[in-house]
Nanobody, 118 residues
Framework: QVQLVESGGGLVQAGGSLRLSCTASGTTFNGNTVAWYRQALGPWKQRELVARSTHWGTIDYARSVKGRFSISRDSANNTIYLQMNDLKPEDSALYYC??????????WGQGTQVTVSS
């Protein structure tokens, strides 16, 4: 059974940093496209892509986080990370990791909450 578990969220002041982790069991991130998404609380808030690392080696970031966030992989520990620096209140959201294999099957974690106070 595939399971993704996120951790590392919490409450931080604006300008601070957090590092989110996503560890997989029952699968491997090797050869997969992995990504971090977030969904803020409130009506009409949709899940948005934050950062993505494709299996062919490209990395993409949402415009709002470019230069502040960094996605990385640790293949030895089957973990992906999202380093978040210079956090802003508008970064507050539930952050999810996802992993999609080359057949298109996607797995999701349950999310970890990030709250940035002003």
């Amino acid at each position: 059974q595939v399971q993704l578990v996120e951790s590392g969220g919490g409450l931080v002041q604006a300008g601070g940093s957090l590092r989110l982790s996503c560890t997989a069991s029952g699968t491997t991130f090797n050869g997969n496209t992995v990504a971090w998404y977030r969904q803020a609380l409130g009506p009409w808030k949709q899940r948005e892509l934050v950062a993505r690392s494709t299996h062919w080696g490209t990395i993409d970031y949402a415009r709002s986080v470019k230069g502040r966030f960094s996605i990385s992989r640790d293949s030895a520990n089957n973990t992906i990370y999202l380093q978040m620096n210079d956090l802003k209140p508008e970064d507050s959201a539930l952050y999810y990791c996802s992993s999609q294999n080359q057949l298109g099957r996607e797995s999701w974690g349950q999310g970890t909450q990030v709250t940035v106070s002003s």
